[in-house]
């Protein structure tokens, strides 16, 4: 299946572009570039920290790269357009189909670049996303030397949960992680230990060791989209952020301040201080993981809006309303659609979580059909995604005991 030709004149733009938001916003410096100079062809898989981390890698080599984003960005995108004209290859998150498959074979047959970002998804703290079990096996088919692109600090600089940028430094490394043939003789275990121990992060901890002050660091507003958990009474939804850089529990008083390094210190009497943001999401995953395991809490549900993408004006728009409920099973979304009954029923056992915004809407894929859920209620989203991680990360293992 042969691909359009890349537009270079469209490419070496978008290149530009991407300089100045490497140079003045992320304040990028490469600490190693193996891909300078490289030919032929071959894929180089990134870590996710920031909705703009493909500005840093665009210009780490002079030629041109193939970019896989989801259908759901490329789809509400103005330019789109000029996105295909560039080598960007659309497909559903965490699902692949042969049409996708097709497309990015194509681009490492015709000697060219391949850029993946296998998690999917930037992270919303600091905290790498579990990759699809379906990564492994494409980096063994791909039939390609593999690279990895690892960025630090764009989290702290564009942070998924908040407004506005933060500028200060950010770090770009690029090395071979494995070569064509030693892909064809690995075995999966070593192929996946590998790929997961090059991609994963905890942005905090990398902080602590690099030490960067970014601009307005201090600013959590959005972080209780986060955080909605206390970690000291443990209720649900009583975080709110005052002042702009004191997060603090409605119900017992817990607060906690910022800096501009991003780190939280104890500005209160109540509690035990948690420094990283990643650790005080790790303990609300882990207490709601315990409670699924114990049969305690394994349903979900609100009422939402259901927005689709509108073609003609490249945006999701409301297009009806209804409830959406999760289990272990799946999604079940029922309601109507432009005056249509709609009952669906979305199976998740290759989610290992779903595009979302903290605090205002997650999206279902359903074949090639996206659903936007915005409930009533936003401080559920991050519920609902933490569910969905759970269950993924219960039922592999399960499967791998089997």
Known sequence: MKEAKQNMLLYRVAQLASWFVSVFLFRRKILRNEI???????????????ALDFTNLIGATSRPMSFVVSSSFYNTLPVKGAMRR?????????????HDLKRMKAVIEQGRILVLYPAGLMCEDGLSTPLPTGTYQFLKWIGADVYVARTSGTYFATPKWGKGVRPGRTYLDIYQLFSKEELETADMQTVKEMTDAALSFDAYREQEALGIRYKGGFNIEGLENVLYQCPHCGEEYTMRVVGQRTICCEACGFSHESDEYAFLHNSGSIGEELRYVSDWSRKIYEDLKAKIAQGLENHLSCTTAIHMIDE??????????????????GFSLQGSIAGNPIDEQIPIATFCSLPFSPGRHFELQHGDVIYRCVPDDGRLVMKFINMVKIFYELNTAAHARL
Not at 86 to 98: E, L, R, S
Request: glycine fraction near 10%; avoid cysteine.
């Open 312 to 329: 003609k004006k490249n945006k999701f728009v409301e297009v009806g309303r209804g409830e959406v409920s999760l289990t272990d099973s």
């Open 36 to 50: 300078k100079g490289k030919k032929g062809p071959f894929v180089i898989i990134a870590n996710h920290q920031a």
């Open 86 to 98: 560039i080598g960007v290859i659309p497909k559903q998150q965490f699902q692949t189909n042969i």
